[in-house]
């Protein structure tokens, strides 16, 4: 099976930046398609980015356009998460996920595999 651990969270004042990562290891067509996705208390898990096996193809969430980036390194089996303009609404507890091949990226029940989590704090 796959498994998955987030790293990288952590406080961080609101403008600031944040690089989450992501390592994976298990077969590879079963994380062909890498996503993040973020939970805060009260509200339901929400889609924020995913990436291709290449690279090449990348989707995010409207409120994530133009302040995250997704990307990954097969060589380190590892998935990033760049976060810029971070603001206090951002913080939630981020999760990575994989799947293996397919056409749905931006639900949860679209994945397969998770990670624990990893805290990410935007203070005012």
């Known amino acids: 099976q796959v498994q998955l651990v987030e790293s990288g969270g952590g406080l961080v004042q609101a403008g600031g930046s944040l690089r989450l990562s992501c390592a994976a290891s298990?077969?590879?067509?079963?994380?062909?398609?890498m996503g993040w996705f973020r939970q805060a208390p009260g509200k339901e898990r929400a889609f924020v980015a995913a990436?291709?096996?290449?690279?090449?193809?990348?989707y995010y969430a409207d409120s994530m356009k133009g302040r995250f980036t997704v990307s990954r390194d097969n060589d380190k089996n590892i998935m990033y998460l760049q976060t810029t303009s971070l603001k206090p609404e951002d913080t939630a507890v981020y999760y990575c996920?994989?799947?293996?091949?397919?056409?749905?990226?931006?639900?949860?029940?679209?994945?397969?595999?998770w990670g624990q989590g990893t805290q990410v704090t935007v203070s005012s």
């Open positions: 990436v291709v096996w290449s690279g090449a193809i990348t």
């Open positions: 996920a994989a799947r293996r091949f397919g056409s749905r990226w931006s639900s949860p029940g679209d994945y397969d595999y």
């Open positions: 298990g077969p590879t067509f079963n994380r062909e398609i």
